[in-house]
Structure formats: C-alpha cells, structure tokens
C-alpha cells in the first residue's frame, strides 16, 4: 500500500443501482405485466479528497442511501466503478477487498437497530479487532475497547453493558466506537443524527468533528437535513432521483445556489429567525421513482422547465467556481442568480 | 391576555400521567398546566420522552393502557372531559376534537377508500344526508388542496403519495369542524419540500375555520413556522412556556437556552455546537428538584442547593414563563425590593 | 466468570420473565409437576420401588395386581401390576425415561435441522431459498403421523430383523424429527428475513465478517426466542407422537417399555378389568404432555411484546 499519491481518497465513478422490484413471475403472466426495474442510483460520479467531508443530501428515495451502501459493499454496483484508494474494488480479489475493509467503515441511521440486542457492548466494539487480527490477546482486546469508550464519550465500565441500556446518542457513540476501532480512514455515515433528539444530535456532530480533527478522517454523510449537512460538510452533493444535480463546496451551494432543485430544497428549510414567516412552499411532489419524468427529472416541478428539459436529460457540468451543476438552464445562463453572498 | 375574559377553549390542569409498572408508578407526565385559546396554535415541544405525546394523546382521550391520567383535569369549552365515559368521549373525538397523527399511512383505512372514510367521519357526526355529506367531502378535499377532488374521493389511500395522504388525513380531521385538532408531529415522516407545504396548509386551515391547534413536535423550526406560542417540555414537565418568539429568541430556561443552541443552521460558521452534556433522565431515574439539574451549567448559581432538592413553579421569567430557581430568585429579589421600597 | 455468572443469575431474577413467572400459579403447578415427572424419570433407578428390566425380581404370580389401596392390591405395588408381574409406578417411571429421551432428542434433531435450513433459506435467499421451502410446503401437506410411520416402515424394511430393537430408537428418533423440522425452518426463516435487514446485521457485513458467522454469531441468538417457545410445545407433541407409533407397534419394542407401549399393552386388558394397566401409563403421559404444553403457552405469551 504505497500508494499513497493522489490527495484523491475515493473516487465513484458513474455508478448506478438497480433493483429488480418485479411481481414473482407466474403473477406477471397473468397480469401481463412488464418486469418492472427500479433504478435507485442512475449514474453518479464524485470524488472526496482525504480529511474532507462530503454530503448528499437530498428527499427520500433519490438514492442518497443507495450510494452509500454502494461505497461500502452492501450492495454491489449495476455498472461503473468504485475506487478506494487508487484500488478499483470491483477488480480486487477477496483479500485485498478484506484489507481495505479494515480502511473504511460505516455509521448507521437507526441506533436501536445497528448494534447486536443479544451482545455485550464490548464485545460489539470488539467484533472488528477480532475479525481483522487487530488485537488477538485478551488483554489488548480490553485494552483497546475500553480507550475506543473513552474516546466517544463513555466510560470502560460501560463494555459490560448490553445496548440496550443506553440511550439513542449513547448508542450512537457505541456504534462510532465500533467503526472506529479498526483505525479507519474513511467512514461512511448514513443518517447518523436523523433519529437523534437535537440536543444529541449536537453531541454527535460535535463528536464526529472532534474525531475527524484528531484522527485526520474522511467522511461520506448522507443526510436530508440541510441544516446539519451545512455545519459538518466541506462539500455538499445534491442528488434528485438517483442522480446528483449539484455538487459544490458547502459556502458556495448555500450561498449561491444554482440548480432550481438546491434552491428549492433551501427555501424549504424551516428557519428559526424567520419566526413567524411562511417558507417558500414548493410545489409538487418527487415522482414515482419507477416512472421517473424523461429529461431532467426535475422538469415537471421546475420554474424554469422549458422544451429542452422534457426530452435531453442534462449533465454534470464544471461551473465556474468548481463546483457542478446539471441544469439546461444554468448551462444556457438563462436564470442567472449570481448574487453576493 | 388579560384582555379575552373568556374561557379559554382548553384548559389542562395539573395533568399527571402514570405509568404503573412493577417497580412502582412512573410519572410521565407530572402536574403540567397549560391553556389553548380558540383559534391560537400552541406548540408543544421537547425531545422524545418528554411526555409531549402522551399530554396530546390524554387530551383527546387515547392515552394507551397501562396508561393512566393520575391527577388533574382537562376541560374543552369549560366542560371536564378526562372523565367522561367512553361513549360521551366517542362523540368528542372527531366532532370536537380532530386528530392528525405523524404516519399518514396508518392513519387512513388502507381497505376503504378515502371518499368513504371521510364520509362516515362526518355521517357520524353532523346531520347530513349521504348525498350532502359527500359533497362536503368533496368540499373538504379541494379545500386541503387535492387535485380532482371528486375523482380522486373514491381512491384508496395506496393510491396517494405520502404528502397527499397527508392532506387526506388533514381533511378527516377537519371534517366535523372540530374546535380543536392535535397534531402529533404531522410532517415528521414527510420530506422538506411536503412539510412545508403541509405547514402551510395546516395554519391557512386553523385561520380560516378558527381552529385551535395542539401541535406536538419535536422540531423547533415546524413550531417557529407555525406557533402562537409554544411550550417546552423535559421529563414530563414544562420547562417553559410564552410566545414563540419570545422563547426562540430569548429563552429563559437554561434546558431552552441550550435546545436553542444546539438547532443547526444552514450558513452559522461556528466549528461546534452548543451542547447539553448528558441525556434526558429515564422516567424511573428523574432527579429530586429540577429535573434539569444534573445537566444544568447554572446549578451553582442558586443558593442553597435549592436546584437539587425542590422543584421550581412556572412562573414569570423576562416574557415568557420558565420553571428555573435562576429565575423565581431573581423575581423573589425584586418582591423583596419592592416590600422595602 | 464467576462474576460473569452471578451478573447473568441477577439479571434473571431482575428479569421480567421472572417477575412474571412468579405471578402466575399454573405455570408454577405445571412446572412442579413436570419436574417431578422429568426428575423422577431420569433417575429412575434410583427412585422406582422395582425395576422391570431385572427379571429376577420379576414374579408371574404377582401378574394383575391391582393397585393397593383396592382390596387384593399390595403395598409394594402401589400401582398395581401388569400382565408379566411388573410394577406399574416402575414401568412407568422407566417408560417415561425413554419417552423423554425420544422427545428430547426428536426435537433438538429437528431444531438443529430446521435452524440451520431456516437460517440458510431466510439469509441467502433466491433459488437455494425456493427449493427449501417447497421441499418444506411438500412435507407439511402430508400428516407428521404418517411421515413418522413411513420413515419408521421403511427402516423396517431395511434393517435385518436382528437388530431391530437396538435401532428402534433411533429410528424413532429420526422418524420424529423428521416430520418436525418444517415449523422451525419457517419460523427461523421468517425471523431470519427480518434480522438479515436490521443494520447491525449491515454493519457486520461491513466490518468483513463471512456469511456463516453472521448467520451464526448475529441472526442465530436473535432468532432463537420464538423457536424456544416452539420447541417447548413440540416436545409434547413429539411425546404423543412417539406414544402413537408405539401404540400402534411400530416404535419401540415391548423389551423396552414407553408410555406407549405400557398403553398399548394395556389396551389389551381394559376389557378383562384391570383397567390400571392402561389408566395409569395413559395419565402419565397426559399429565406430562399437558404440563409442558402449559408450560410452552406461557412461554409464549411471555414473550410476545404484543401481550405486554
């Protein structure tokens, strides 16, 4: 593994999903139906540098989720390619795939749901050490379990425990102790503070941001809180129905926003000094993802649709200040919405 | 205030709900009051186990077993109805109190259609003939923003997107023209775009029918949009209460100062948070005196331990009302000024 | 560990199926009585007045005794006698023994199988999950009686005569737990399908653990709750079913006496009047089949977080 060139950690290119959502097959017959192929990520590319973080936001079923199983080999791509470290993952054999696991990680949305109800919590944190030969010994085993409690804010007393005598944040801190205890570089965080109170959901991200300074980690966050993408990313990647529409640095996506999508998802956070005033409402819903529009996805609830939209389907493209914007209509510079931040 | 003599339309008195388990009763809920007047919308808002459901879920008389209001009284229109049988409170339900809860899916009948369930709602309660009563359900359909309203009337709630099962279940809701609806955490399961349009709705509604509106939520910016005032709750107590933007603007309570603190949002370029260190107390374990104490960063500040020992009353803190020992000697100071003077 | 032990001990007795336990008379009745039964059965050697398997001891002159408290009984027979001079209580005590152990052991073979195919079947799906469970669907449409018997009838067949009775309980055994593995291979199955989706389950597939030891280490002990409830209730019914098919000859041999056989060979007498021979190997095995039933129903009551 000296490898270690590019600034470059993960690089997704063109990857996308599909699920086969069909009727069992005699049902089919007899409906004469189609098989029906639900395409939950339609070709998405990105790349994250190390020590950043890079979110994808965006409203439920755009397949925010899906990427992020993707990077992390829950599921395997349709087509396109995975690249960690300059090591393409569909081309690495089992064990070179088993060591780069030990280099990436996962946190999970649900903290009731992602720690083992049946195990000691110890152990949970254990359970990567053992697998990958971090730390055979007992002793070392303890010993490294019980600084990982300390680093996430608990206590080594608390490794005798079963989860679910602790709370959702405090079960969050044991799911970060565990992805954490094979020294990663990089985790993948699918909603990590979505099913958290708010004042919790601070401790987290506070936490998440200390150890990203202190161990120099690079983070992937999924989330559909804007708020929260805005105060942990560095990058923001805004995906509508399987595929990204703007990707830009965080100042610059809330600052400016270009796509019509990213300007309607901003006006739609509810903000707390506005008290008292309406939110922009938004009109229409996201479409059935089954029968996705033809185009841009976006056209039939966007302002700026026009001929173009309903038939081309637009593409990623360099916007001035590096970020990327999929929109005919900014390509055109037919809304034009450069305002001083 | 002081102005409307009036009763308000509810009154909660010294409301305590418990929980009567085989290690003794566990106080949900303990000895809160509050007052909604005709037509104001008052947020109730806390983290989860704050006992802000279970107070909704008393006032419309769908507490869950083992459940059990201990103490207290709650009168709709100066009328007690905590203790009414179940047939008198059957007729409550629905003609005078509506209910939107937070999944518009389990809500609504998946086996009849949405024409149907509406239609029964208001046969049962008001005095229509079929033929009339379909025509307000209808009405009511429109009026919540359903296109095609009398085509869509005898579709089946699998047929709606989530945002427009919603509406659906807004307008059942609405159907018998209730004085009061409560809305527990109505736009919790929606995306961005939906709540707020479904925000929208809801107030425009309340406006126009004059509808008072219990609306119980965990996020801060939903009661920001929405609220005439709002209370805040933390294990089973207000913490406290005033105008809406009174409290997010200058909470009075330590436990709000630091809910306040800990809401991300978009473009504030603090590295961290703030945070309230430590997690809500389980029901059996809530701390003698302010149940805040132990997590409280001012506990120092009042003498005589009185934090940890006695339990502060609602009473008047700057604009709003907060239950904080902070506050009550600050006011007890001034009384004492006010005897020498 | 031994710190481990009295955490886990404390743990019990603070635990809600303790708590409930000790609230609920029956269940603590049909414990008892189970126990007894099981105990008594066990250690039978050491607890049975006589034992019918020494033919020393065995008399043809005590032949049709009845119980002692009847006119002609006597005391050392408290039960009475059967037709070859041996002491009912015994012969029962005996003959629960090997009862239980079919029972035990039919349904520990099926749970393992069911388990592991459930398991296998719920986690890995597609074709490997279709074949199983049509295989399983075929099996439950026929009687588990008839199953047991056909596999017992084969084995018959199969085996030179000699050493039938050596076989026999095995045979029982396999014919047993052969009609029995489908329910826990779908229950499992079913559960299985919930956990494999839980995100723990994710995130073990995540830190590189192998199929296998997610299967067993993660979705096996969170599976394991309702297959205890059935396996409590089909260790009755695997008592019965092995009383049944040695009812009707086809279990174990006369030599080795079970409930079964003690009520098919008093079957024969019922008539001529020495109806203790049949009544009381046949309330044996009620009152043992019901006590785990009871036993079973509360377990899954308990368990049930809907019935809380």
Known sequence: MIKKSSNVLLEVIDIAKEFDVSKPWLNRVIERQERQILKAVDGVSFTINRGETLSLVGESGCGKSTVARLVCGLYKPSRGSIIFDSVNMADAGADEVQQLRKRFQMIFQDPYASLNPRWRVGKIIAEPLRVHKIATSNADVKQRVDKLLTQVGLSPLDAEKFPHEFSGGQRQRISIARALSSNPEFLVCDEPTSALDVSVQAQILNLMKDLQREFGLTYLFISHNLAVVSHISTRVGVMYLGRLVEVADTKRIFANPQHPYTQMLQSAIPDLKMTGKQRTPVAGEVPNPLTPPTGCAFHPRCPHAFERCKTERPNLIDYEDGGQVACHAVEEKRINIRVAA | ?341 | ?308
């Open chain 3, 1 to 308: 560990m031994t710190g481990a032990l009295t955490s886990t001990v404390r743990r019990f007795l603070d635990s809600d199926i303790w708590y409930k336990f000790r609230r609920d008379p029956i269940v603590i009745v049909a414990t008892i009585i189970g126990l007894i039964l099981i105990l008594s059965s066990a250690f039978a050697p050491l607890f049975a007045p006589h034992s019918p398997f020494d033919l020393k001891t065995l008399n043809l002159s005590d032949a049709f005794t009845p119980p002692a408290w009847i006119e002609a009984g006597k005391a050392q027979f408290l039960l009475g006698t059967d037709d070859q001079g041996r002491d009912v209580l015994s012969t029962i005590m005996y003959g629960s023994r090997a009862s239980l152990v079919v029972g035990f052991a039919a349904v520990l073979l099926s749970m393992v199988v069911g388990i592991t195919l459930g398991l296998i079947s719920g986690y890995f799906g597609g074709a490997l999950d279709a074949f199983i469970m049509r295989v399983a669907d075929v099996q439950l449409s026929f009687p588990a009686i008839l199953i047991a018997l056909l596999i017992s009838g084969v084995a018959r067949v199969v085996i030179p005569n000699s050493q039938h009775d050596q076989v026999a309980i095995y045979v029982l055994i396999f014919a047993i737990a052969a009609s029995g593995w489908v329910q826990y291979a779908r229950t499992v199955r079913g559960s299985t399908l919930v956990e494999r989706n839980k995100e723990y389950v994710q995130a073990a597939r995540v830190i590189g653990r192998r199929p296998l030891a997610i299967m067993f280490a993660h979705v096996l002990p969170n599976v394991l709750g309702p297959v205890m409830v059935l396996a409590t209730l089909h260790i009755g019914t695997a008592i019965i079913t092995e009383a049944t098919l040695s009812y009707l000859g086809v279990g174990m041999p006369a030599t080795q006496p079970t409930l079964g056989t003690m009520i098919r060979i008093g079957g024969d007498f019922l008539l001529s009047g020495e109806w203790w021979i049949l009544w009381f190997p046949g309330l044996a095995l009620v009152v043992l089949v019901l006590s785990i039933n009871i036993i079973g129903d509360w377990l899954r009551d308990a368990l049930n977080p809907k019935l809380r």
């Open chain 2, 1 to 341: 205030m002081s102005s409307t003599p009036a009763v308000p339309l509810l009154q909660v008195k010294n409301l305590r709900i418990e929980f009567p388990t085989r290690r003794g009763n566990l106080t949900a809920v303990d000895d809160i009051s509050f007052d909604i007047a005709a037509g104001e919308v008052l947020g109730v808002v806390g983290e989860s186990g704050a006992g802000k459901s279970l107070t909704g879920a008393a006032v419309i008389g769908l507490l869950e077993p083992p459940g059990r209001i201990a103490n207290g009284e709650i009168l709709l229109a100066g009328r007690r109805i905590d203790n009414l049988p179940f047939e008198e409170l059957r007729k409550i339900r629905g003609r005078e109190i509506g209910a939107i809860f937070q999944d518009p899916l389990t809500s609504l009948n998946p086996l009849y259609t949405i024409g149907r369930q509406i239609i029964e709602t208001i046969e049962t309660h008001l005095d229509l003939t079929h033929a009339q009563a379909r025509a307000r359900a209808i009405e009511l359909l429109n009026e919540v923003g359903i296109p095609a309203a009398d085509r869509r009337i005898d579709h089946y709630p699998h047929q709606f997107s989530g945002g427009m099962r919603q509406r659906v279940v807004i307008s059942l809701a609405l159907a018998a023209n209730p004085k009061l609806i409560i809305a527990d955490e109505p736009t919790t399961a929606l995306d961005v775009s939906i709540q707020a349009q479904i925000i929208t709705l809801i107030k425009k509604l309340c406006r126009e029918h004059g509808t008072a509106v219990m609306l119980v939520t965990h996020d801060m910016g939903v009661i920001a949009e929405t609220a005439d005032r709002v209370a805040v709750m933390y294990a089973g107590r207000i913490a406290e209460i005033g105008p809406v933007a009174e409290v997010i603007h200058s909470p009075q309570h330590p436990y709000t100062i630091g809910l306040m603190g800990a809401i991300p949002s978009v473009g504030d370029a603090h590295e961290r948070l703030a945070q309230i260190d430590g997690s809500m107390p389980r029901l059996s374990a809530i701390p003698k005196g302010c149940a805040f104490n132990p997590r409280c960063t001012r506990v120092n500040d009042v003498p005589n331990h009185r934090c940890t020992t006695e339990r502060p009353e609602l009473l008047p803190a700057g604009k709003t009302k907060a239950a904080c020992w902070l506050h009550v000697s600050a006011a007890a100071q001034t009384d004492k000024q006010a005897v020498t003077a």
